[in-house]
C-alpha cells in the first residue's frame, strides 16, 4: 500500500527523495519503494524518517 | 551496518587476505630458493594470487568509499544489504548442494580413497563446515 502521508509530509519539508534519503542514510530508490509501499523499513528507518519530517510515526507509518 | 563497521571490516579483509597471500608467496620462494621436492611449487605462487587479488579489490573499494564517502550508503542501506545477505544465504544453499553432490561422487566413483585419501578428508571437511557453520556463526554473533 503506497505511503502516501510520507510523500505529503516530504514535500510539505520541501525535501526531495534523494535529500530525504541523503538525511537518513539511504538510497534515493529505498525511500521511492517506502513511499510506493513496495518496502518495509526497519523501525529504526521509520524513526529516522519521522525525525527527518518532523512528524511521529502514527502520522506517517499508522495504517487507517 | 554503520560506515565505521564497514571501513573496519574492508581493513580487516585487505589485512587477512595480504597475510595469506604473503605466508603463500613466502613458501613457494622457500620451496623454489631451497629446491625442496614438492608436487608442483608454482601452485603456491598462483595460490597466493588469490587472496592478493582479493586485498586488492578491497582496497580499491576503501579508495572508493574515501574519494566519494556518499559511495557508503550503497553499503550501508537496510535495503540493499538485505538484498545481499538473501543472495548470499541462496548461494551458500547451492553451493552446499554442489558439496554434497561433489563428496557423493567421488566416495561412489573412487571408494578407494574413502577415509584414505587427503582429498577425501577435505572434500568431507568443507561439506561438514558448509553445514555447520552457519549454525556456528549464528550462535557467536548471538553472543555478541
Redesign the interface.
Known amino acids: 500500500m503506497k505511503n502516501k502521508k510520507m510523500k505529503i509530509a516530504r514535500a510539505e519539508s520541501d525535501l526531495s527523495q534523494e535529500k530525504l534519503?541523503?538525511i537518513v542514510?539511504?538510497?534515493r530508490?529505498?525511500i521511492n519503494?517506502i513511499e510506493a509501499g513496495n518496502?518495509n523499513?526497519?523501525l529504526?528507518?521509520c524513526t529516522a524518517i519521522c525525525k527527518a519530517l518532523n512528524k511521529t510515526l502514527d502520522d506517517l507509518f499508522w495504517e487507517e | 551496518m554503520s560506515a565505521e563497521k564497514l571501513v573496519k571490516e574492508t581493513k580487516w579483509t585487505i589485512g587477512v587476505s595480504l597475510v595469506v597471500s604473503a605466508a603463500l608467496f613466502i613458501t613457494w620462494i622457500i620451496f623454489e630458493t631451497n629446491d625442496l621436492p614438492f608436487s608442483e611449487n608454482k601452485a603456491f605462487l598462483a595460490l597466493s594470487l588469490i587472496p592478493l587479488s582479493a586485498a586488492l579489490a578491497s582496497f580499491l573499494k576503501l579508495m572508493k568509499i574515501k574519494k566519494n564517502p556518499?559511495m557508503i550508503?550503497?553499503e550501508?542501506?537496510?535495503?540493499?544489504v538485505a538484498e545481499k545477505n538473501e543472495a548470499d544465504a541462496k548461494t551458500l544453499k547451492i553451493l552446499q548442494g554442489l558439496l554434497f553432490l561433489s563428496y557423493l561422487g567421488y566416495t561412489f566413483i573412487i571408494p578407494e580413497d574413502t577415509f584414505r585419501s587427503i582429498g577425501w578428508w577435505i572434500t568431507l571437511s568443507v561439506l561438514l563446515f558448509s553445514l555447520f557453520a552457519p549454525i556456528l556463526f549464528r550462535h557467536i554473533m548471538k553472543e555478541i
Request: proline share 5%; charged share 25%.
Open positions: 534519503a541523503a542514510g539511504v538510497t530508490q529505498t519503494l518496502y523499513p526497519s529504526k528507518l | 556518499e550508503v550503497h550501508t542501506d537496510e535495503r540493499l
